[in-house]
T-cell receptor, first 116, second 111 residues
Framework: DGGITQSPKYLFRKEGQNVTLSCEQN?????MYWYRQDPGQGLRLIYY???????QKGDIAEGYSVSREKKESFPLTVTSAQKNPTAFYLC???????????????FGPGTRLTVT | QKEVEQNSGPLSVPEGAIASLNCTYS??????FFWYRQYSGKSPELIMS????GDKEDGRFTAQLNKASQYVSLLIRDSQPSDSATYLC???????????FGAGTRLFVKA
């Protein structure tokens, strides 16, 4: 089955610890994205990557880091520098935007991170 | 700051009625528009995409786009209790990747 997997589903960490969230896709999509969702708010873009070994900051990249060593994988590290890390983290993927035609983004099941 | 605005709701409709969800956006050059459904505690699921002015129908769902008015809507016919969810409007602007999401409208379909 094609799809996007994220692990773990729930993650609990102590303040001051770095944590890495996993995202894998087998849809052969070129682009991958990380979003954060807080209660009652829309999705906010953290990082995105159009191609292997390249990625760009989104609107709220401070305190986060990513890597894109393989087309299928786009892990997100939440560092201790992120002031309010507790949130629902969503990974998405799509084909690459071409001209005026945009390919839809498809989401993984998400990781709910709680930092205390 | 480019924005996507939605009424937060909740929008309550009786079973079998038409639910109408609305969205406005600020970037006049936006090219691509999407509706996602998100059940509580779950991730968003794409239900419709629309790129040209007019209507696009898919089963019980119809997306409507009016670029001149910077307005996109989603109609759900014959609403069912299983349609109760938050509906996110998403807009991709000019120049590439960034898709801006609205905060969503909560829909409640009463049996």
């Amino acid at each position: 089955d094609g799809g996007i997997t994220q692990s773990p589903k729930y993650l609990f960490r102590k303040e001051g610890q770095n944590v890495t969230l996993s995202c894998e896709q087998n849809l052969n999509h070129d682009a991958m994205y990380w979003y954060r969702q807080d209660p009652g708010q829309g999705l906010r873009l953290i990082y995105y990557s159009q191609i292997v070994n390249d990625f760009q900051k989104g609107d709220i990249a401070e305190g986060y880091s990513v890597s894109r060593e393989k087309k299928e994988s786009f892990p997100l590290t939440v560092t201790s520098a992120q002031k309010n890390p507790t949130a629902f983290y969503l990974c998405a993927s799509s084909f690459v935007f071409q001209g005026n035609f945009n390919y839809e983004q498809y989401f993984g099941p998400g990781t709910r991170l709680t930092v205390t | 700051q480019k924005e996507v605005e939605q009424n937060s709701g909740p929008l309550s409709v009786p079973e079998g009625a038409i639910a109408s969800l609305n969205c406005t956006y600020s970037d006049r050059g936006s090219q691509s528009f999407f509706w996602y459904r998100q059940y509580s505690g779950k991730s968003p699921e794409l239900i419709m995409s629309i790129y040209s002015n007019g209507d696009k129908e898919d089963g019980r769902f119809t997306a409507q786009l009016n670029k001149a008015s910077q307005y996109v809507s989603l109609l759900i016919r014959d609403s069912q209790p299983s349609d109760s969810a938050t509906y996110l409007c998403a807009v991709m602007g000019t120049g590439g990747f960034k898709t801006i999401f609205g905060a969503g409208t909560r829909l409640f379909v009463k049996a």
